[in-house]
């Protein structure tokens, strides 16, 4: 039961560390690279346009998109990993 | 054929199609009323989910208002987005592992209280009220623009059609009809853009073009040159802080609307809730990212096409012509120079454009055949129709399951439950139908309530639930009170001069924020009310512990489902 419990401990720590990670990146390309440091970026260009710029309204977008698709297939690792994931689930990506 | 007989005809026929969808789908029991039976593949949960999220107004009017802002437009761009991360990652597995109806259900449980699940219950049935009553307005009008009936014969057709299928089939009719109206909306928006991309640019990929051809420094140079804003520099129409403040405030708004959350129920598993919030933030992308590009290009080839020159010149360019006829174009030689001056005042500017021309003339402007006008006007129709049937279904299922059911009549059967849902449905299409024909004062305000609200009231609450064991029910109840009001009163005072008729503002902004940014300080203050509450009373029973721990494992989401 204890060890159980444990284990279950620590797939709930590895999640966290992996939201945690993922949310730096969502933070960085959005309020980072579209508005904090929008101005300093507005010098470095992306195609013709203005880097910040490029951020702002495709690049972060875009990103974002990944990212949940890297977590859906990450938490689908973890889940296995830690033998939590549902029954009678197929491998999928 | 004329555009006006192949937009009735194309109209009429995706109509028949979401009536036959619907008929297909019509449901018998509660799991297939409220949560399509949780049937839902990931992709088409996905596509349902973008379409439910993309209003009529975002179909008609968002690439117009970044076409106004420019750079920061990118506020709604991120905002409205950046919210399926924070879905995705913190809030959709869990709530479908939980595995039940609604949001207030959730909250309900989770804090083991009838009032959180109240409160709750009147939060979701605001937001959605607010948000569904520019949604009926926006139906009204593309029928009146397209099809010459009048806003109230329009505004009818429309809830027929949602009541057809949204009382009929719930959640799974809705579900199956939205696909189909995603479907249409994209092609409807990517067949224009990519038009108007290659004859502008001749780079068909209207992402690429913007990147990577001159078009966008072109424009920027143009209205340097004029005297106006900047397009592509910063901060030129809202602070830093306000960026920042207002794109906070959309995300997490975003990951507490109720209609979206919901949609997170209908899926298989839990697996798959995190996948679905990928294809809906896909579907949604596709959409988002043209729409900068459109964006540029349309207002490019506006002042490129007007600017510097004569009246009767600029009036014998065809779309001119025909866009100055509805209003939506005003040409003006008011100096009386013999040429047309674009400036940023408004008392010498001479050409002036509403900002939903941007999409509707692109057709023209573009010189595509007369259907693409009809396809434009069928993608608008269904961005509209399927937004506002999830957000009945979000504000019926509140009253119907979680104040009905679960508050006022445990023991209904599940016959008295299926006829009290749909009868809330229907009377919830009444309502909105009525605000479309009589659009209360708050409609541009909708914006700034709806997700303001969610953000301070819904997010922390289901946030904390799965996050924090330890939360209670008195730290819920204080935190979603404390957000809710704060956030609803600093709204209003920050835009009094539309909600209480006062000369002046009578709070500019709080802390240098404004209305849409301000829900970011009732989530702040939320998480710190519940927080510092909770750890001052008693901890929550033991079994609510394990339901936590339980929602947290993917494994047995299956059986869950059977409620």
């Known amino acids: 039961?204890?060890?159980?419990?444990?284990?279950?401990?620590?797939?709930?720590?590895?999640?966290?560390?992996?939201?945690?990670?993922?949310?730096?990146?969502?933070?960085?390309?959005?309020?980072?690279a579209a508005i904090l440091f929008a101005v300093p970026l507005s010098g470095l260009n992306v195609g013709q346009i203005p880097m910040s710029f490029w951020f702002a309204q495709q690049g972060s977008m875009i990103t974002f998109v990944i990212l949940i698709f890297v977590y859906a297939w990450l938490m689908n690792r973890l889940d296995r990993e830690y033998d939590v994931h549902e029954e009678g689930e197929e491998e999928t990506s | 054929?004329?555009?006006?007989?192949?937009?009735?005809?194309?109209?009429?026929?995706?109509?028949?199609?979401?009536?036959?969808?619907?008929?297909?789908?019509?449901?018998?029991?509660?799991?297939?009323?409220?949560?399509?039976?949780?049937?839902?593949?990931?992709?088409?949960?996905?596509?349902?989910?973008?379409?439910?999220?993309?209003?009529?107004?975002?179909?008609?009017?968002?690439?117009?208002?970044?076409?106004?802002?420019?750079?920061?437009g990118a506020v709604y761009l991120m905002g409205w987005t950046g919210g399926y991360v924070l879905l995705a990652l913190l809030l959709a597995p869990y709530l479908r592992k939980y595995g039940k109806y609604t949001v207030p259900d959730f909250i309900g449980d989770r804090y083991y209280s009838n009032t959180a699940r109240a409160v709750a219950a009147i939060a979701t049935v605001f937001i959605s009220l607010t948000y569904v009553a520019g949604q009926m307005r926006a139906v009204g009008i593309v029928f009146s623009r397209f099809l010459q009936v009048d806003i109230l014969m329009g505004v009818i057709i429309g809830m027929a059609i949602v009541a057809f299928f949204a009382v009929l089939g719930g959640m799974?009719?809705?579900?199956?009809?939205?696909?189909?109206q995603y479907t249409i909306l994209i092609l409807a928006y990517l067949i224009t853009a990519v038009a108007i991309s290659a004859k502008l640019t001749g780079n068909p990929v209207p992402q690429l073009a913007l990147t990577f051809s001159d078009i966008a420094v072109r424009l920027n140079q143009i209205q340097t040159d004029l005297g106006l804003k900047e397009y592509l520099a910063p901060f030129q129409h809202f602070s830093q802080l306000n960026v920042l403040f207002i794109t906070l405030a959309l995300m997490i708004g975003t990951a507490g609307l109720p209609h979206v959350i919901i949609r997170f129920y209908t899926v298989p598993s839990v697996a798959d809730a995190r996948k679905s919030a990928g294809w809906a933030l896909l579907f949604i992308?596709?959409?988002?990212?043209?729409?900068?590009?459109?964006?540029?290009?349309?207002k490019y080839n506006i002042l490129n096409s007007l600017n510097g020159k004569t009246v009767e010149d600029a009036q014998s360019i065809?779309?001119?012509?025909?866009?100055?006829?509805?209003?939506?174009l005003k040409i003006e030689d008011k100096n009386g120079d013999g040429v047309l001056t674009m400036t940023s005042d408004k008392a010498?500017?001479?050409?002036?454009?509403?900002?939903?021309?941007?999409?509707?003339?692109?057709?023209?402007?573009?010189?595509?055949?007369?259907w693409v006008v009809g396809l434009?006007?069928?993608?608008?129709?269904?961005?509209?129709?399927?937004?506002?049937?999830?957000?009945?279904?979000?504000?019926?299922?509140?009253?119907?399951?979680?104040?009905?059911?679960?508050?006022?009549?445990?023991?209904?059967?599940?016959?008295?439950?299926?006829?009290?849902?749909?009868?809330?449905?229907?009377?919830?299409?009444?309502?909105?139908?009525?605000?479309?024909?009589?659009?209360?004062?708050?409609v541009g305000e909708v914006v700034a309530f709806a997700f303001g609200l969610a953000a301070a009231s819904l997010f922390p609450a289901i946030f904390l639930g799965i996050f924090d064991k330890r939360m209670n029910r008195e730290g819920a109840i204080a935190g979603i009170l404390t957000g809710l009001i704060f956030t609803l009163v600093m709204i209003i005072l920050i835009r009094s001069t539309r909600l209480l008729g006062t000369a002046e503002p009578i709070l500019p902004s709080f802390l240098g924020v404004n209305a849409q940014g301000v829900g970011v300080y009732g989530a702040i203050l939320n998480f710190i009310v519940s927080l510092v509450v909770s750890r001052m009373t008693a901890p929550p029973p033991e079994e609510i512990q394990h339901m936590v721990e339980d929602i947290r494992v993917p494994r047995g989401a299956g059986q869950a489902a059977a409620h």
């Open chain 1, 1 to 32: 039961m204890d060890k159980k419990q444990d284990r279950a401990q620590a797939y709930w720590k590895a999640n966290i560390r992996l939201i945690a990670i993922l949310l730096v990146i969502w933070a960085l390309v959005s309020f980072g």
């Open chain 2, 1 to 72: 054929m004329s555009t006006e007989t192949w937009t009735l005809i194309i109209v009429a026929i995706t109509f028949a199609f979401y009536l036959y969808i619907g008929y297909m789908n019509r449901v018998r029991e509660t799991a297939g009323f409220y949560v399509a039976g949780r049937g839902v593949p990931a992709i088409a949960n996905g596509a349902a989910t973008a379409a439910d999220w993309m209003s009529g107004a975002s179909f008609v009017s968002m690439a117009g208002l970044i076409a106004f802002l420019g750079y920061d």
């Open chain 2, 172 to 180: 799974k009719g809705i579900t199956w009809t939205q696909v189909a």
């Open chain 2, 285 to 298: 992308v596709i959409l988002y990212t043209t729409a900068p590009a459109l964006a540029v290009f349309a």
């Open chain 2, 318 to 328: 065809e779309w001119v012509s025909s866009w100055q006829k509805t209003g939506l």
């Open chain 2, 348 to 370: 010498t500017n001479e050409i002036v454009f509403d900002r939903d021309i941007i999409v509707l003339s692109t057709p023209e402007v573009a010189q595509l055949a007369p």
């Open chain 2, 376 to 442: 434009v006007a069928a993608g608008g129709l269904a961005a509209a129709l399927s937004t506002a049937a999830g957000l009945l279904l979000a504000m019926s299922s509140a009253f119907s399951h979680d104040v009905y059911y679960r508050i006022m009549r445990p023991d209904a059967d599940e016959r008295q439950r299926m006829i009290v849902g749909r009868s809330t449905i229907f009377v919830a299409i009444l309502i909105a139908g009525y605000f479309g024909v009589h659009p209360p004062g708050f």
